[in-house]
């Protein structure tokens, strides 16, 4: 039996925020917001990048919907203020939502735990540029390490220019800790997952199709060519053994409530291999969105999703 919606009590969904990827903050939160209130929900905008956190907790929110994406508010830190002052959150807590944020964290978990992920190297200002790119394989993807949506990132081929320091420099611009990581050119997935431990569910596959293979920070949110395949084109087989490693990688960075997980096939003599690039613990809500498609396939409308979302909402150190 679902949740009545007065149960929830005063709900407030946090959007906005100060992070680089504010603007696309407000369009997930308005969405979120405006779901909720279809629902019944008593629901409240609360930007914390325009209004003071004592106002937070002056709000009487009984729980609250993070929709904010990025530094200080996918990164531990609003969850960490929401633990303190008691109001039950969506989405993964302090720990995991700080070692999701930091790609190389992650990726060093998931090499630990046997999970495939591309290689990778940390970048240094004054760091063997020529070596690093012919030791990943010739061409890199330099990252900032705990940034979203592609912000300051850039695919380099060659170095014979500079071309690696200009992107080292690029990246550092959002970051003061830069990778450079494998740049593996195939077909790009997305695997949105819903729950905690081992009642976490992996939704169906979606395949992205971005013009010239580039999936960039505007063919994620506002270009109309990028193509979305919902179920992924992929045999049942292969579908289920990729989902099963996007769950397994989800837990074990211990995230819960949602999340979605990149991945890319690389081509191999035996067939493609999956290689996982990271989590997103507050993935985007918008119209482009891939966990609202998702779920969509999963028979799951907007409204439905935001609503489970809501009701699984808790505190990582709970009474």
């Not at 290689?119 to 890199?140: K, P, S, Y």
């Amino acid at each position: 039996m679902s949740q009545p919606t007065a149960s929830f009590g005063r709900v407030g969904v946090l959007f906005g925020g100060r992070s680089s990827e504010r603007q696309i903050s407000l369009m997930s939160g308005r969405a979120v917001l405006e779901a909720l209130r279809g629902r019944g929900i008593d629901a409240h905008a609360f930007d914390p990048g325009l209004q003071p956190i004592s106002q937070l907790e002056r709000s009487g929110f009984a729980r609250v919907f993070i929709a904010l994406h990025g530094r200080f508010g996918e990164d531990g830190t609003i969850q960490g203020v929401l633990e303190t002052l008691r109001i039950p959150y969506t989405g993964s807590g302090v720990q995991a939502s700080a070692l999701a944020i930091d790609k190389l964290a992650a990726k060093r978990l998931w090499a630990w735990a046997g999970i495939p992920t591309p290689a990778w190297h940390e970048l240094e200002a004054d760091c063997d540029f020529d070596g690093i790119l012919a030791r990943l394989g010739g061409a890199v993807v330099v990252k900032p390490r705990s940034e979203g949506s592609t912000i300051g990132i850039t695919k380099v081929s060659s170095n014979a220019q500079g071309e690696l320091a200009r992107a080292f420099a690029e990246a550092a611009r959002y970051d003061t800790r830069v990778f450079a990581e494998e740049l593996v050119a195939g077909r790009e997935l997305t695997c949105a997952i819903l729950g905690e431990g081992r009642d976490a569910q992996a939704l169906p596959l979606v395949e992205i199709r971005a013009p010239q293979a580039n999936y960039d920070y505007h063919s994620k949110y506002f270009s109309d060519q990028t193509q979305y395949l919902c179920p992924a084109p992929l045999d049942p087989g292969p579908a289920q053994q990729i989902q099963r490693l996007c769950v397994k990688a989800y837990t074990e960075l211990g995230a819960r409530g949602w999340g979605r997980i990149d991945v890319m096939l690389k081509p191999q003599p035996d067939g493609e291999h999956p290689m996982l690039l990271e989590l997103n613990t507050s993935p985007g809500m918008t119209g482009h969105s891939l966990v609202p498609m998702a779920a969509r396939q999963a028979g799951m409308d907007f409204g439905d999703l935001v609503f489970r979302i809501l009701s699984e909402a808790t505190l990582e150190v709970r009474p």
